[in-house]
Nanobody
Framework: QVHLVESGGGLVQAGGSLRLSCAAS????????MDWFRQAPGKEREFVAA????????TYADSVKGRFTVSRDTAKNTMYLQMNSLKPEDTAVYSC???????????????????WGQGTQVTVST
């Protein structure tokens, strides 16, 4: 069992930055992939970014490329999402998810993920 806790959300003005964290506990995620998703009110959950824990390979949604950076600290068992140049349309609840092998470093079906965090709210004002 993996327990995921997100933090770092908040209210920021357009053009600002936030860094989200996703701390994993319970067991190792060294062979897994970890993803960020977001869900805005009235919209479906959408993929944001993914990182392979072992090799550090990453992928991003087109809407965040060049603005967001996903990384991980293997010693702390924590994944990060650095969000720069934030826009009002980035407003959403951001959640992290873990998929054990086999996996792809690309968006998978929501029901393929093994563990989910509760999410953290990000609000970008104009």
């Amino acid at each position: 069992q993996v327990h995921l806790v997100e933090s770092g959300g908040g209210l920021v003005q357009a053009g600002g930055s936030l860094r989200l964290s996703c701390a994993a506990s319970g067991r190792t995620v060294s062979r897994s992939v970890m993803d960020w998703f977001r869900q805005a009110p009235g919209k479906e959950r959408e993929f944001v970014a993914a990182i392979s824990w072992r090799h550090g390979g990453t992928t991003y949604a087109d809407s965040v490329k060049g603005r967001f950076t996903v990384s991980r600290d293997t010693a702390k068992n924590t994944m990060y999402l650095q969000m720069n140049s934030l826009k009002p349309e980035d407003t959403a609840v951001y959640s992290c998810a873990v998929k054990d092998p086999p996996y792809r470093i690309s968006p998978m079906e929501i029901n393929e993920y093994d563990f989910w965090g509760q999410g953290t709210q990000v609000t970008v004002s104009t």
